[in-house]
């Protein structure tokens, strides 16, 4: 198994709803990590997960709230999003957080705030 | 600062035909280069990746370069196929010990039949 599975593919949530994202890998994939990317904007890194400890918080909002119940699998909880939250978000995984490794990206989850 | 930047920002070809697309960067330290692909709405694939003593490297029809010394890559696509239509970016990693990877804002590549 070479993927990583996002899922859902799209969701659509209200400002004051609490939904998550998931996001798997079965590659042996060590270091796992959440982009989000708007329109024609390159991702931009919001967490980073290395031996399933937070890494990296690139000083995102408490209204995400990452989670990595084991290897294998890492979770964005969302809570009282804004609008300007709506964006693809990205999960990615590498064999650990060494800047060698490519990084394999899931298919994302575009998210709408309404 | 770190900044990669991409040209063009977008291109239309004619199906069958070669283009170049460009990255220059001002990373450091340097770890490696990468060069990916996105469809619309969906995650980016890496196409291919070099380290700072590798000149080219090919992925089928795509050929990567790198000029270490000019901080410059290009990404050489042959006999363009309609399925090449996307989003190209070129991203480079910093050697700092993690993966710090500054992206840019990529080339959106349309092959027109």
């Known amino acids: 198994d070479t993927e990583v599975t996002q899922t859902p593919k799209h969701l659509v949530m209200g400002m004051t709803n609490k939904k998550s994202l998931k996001c798997e890998q079965h590659m042996g994939h060590r270091a796992m990590y959440w982009y989000k990317q708007k329109a024609k904007k390159p991702p931009e890194l919001m967490f980073v997960y290395s031996y399933e400890k937070l890494s990296i918080n690139e000083s995102v909002p408490s209204r995400f709230s990452p989670e990595c119940p084991n290897s294998s699998l890492l979770n964005l909880h969302l809570h009282a999003l804004q609008p300007e939250d709506s964006a693809l978000y990205l999960c990615?995984?590498?064999?650990?957080?060494?800047?060698?490794?490519?990084?394999?990206f899931g298919a994302g989850s575009r998210l709408t705030v309404l | 600062k770190n900044q990669v930047e991409q040209s063009p920002q977008s291109l239309i070809i004619l199906e069958g035909k070669n283009c170049t697309l460009q990255?220059?960067?001002?990373?450091?330290?340097?770890?490696?280069l990468r060069w990916y692909k996105q469809d619309t709405g969906r995650g980016p694939v890496s196409l291919t990746i070099m380290t700072f003593s590798e000149n080219t490297k090919s992925n089928g029809r795509y050929t990567a370069t790198l000029d270490a010394d000019t901080k410059q890559s290009s990404l050489h696509i042959t006999a363009s196929q309609l399925s090449d239509s996307a989003s190209y970016i070129c991203?480079?990693?910093?050697?700092?010990?993690?993966?710090?990877?500054?992206f840019g804002t990529g080339t959106r590549l349309l092959v027109s039949p």
């Open positions: 990255c220059n960067y001002t990373v450091s330290p340097f770890s490696n």
């Open positions: 991203v480079v990693s910093r050697n700092t010990g993690f993966q710090k990877l500054v």
């Open positions: 990615a995984s590498s064999q650990d957080e060494s800047g060698a490794n490519v990084l394999t």
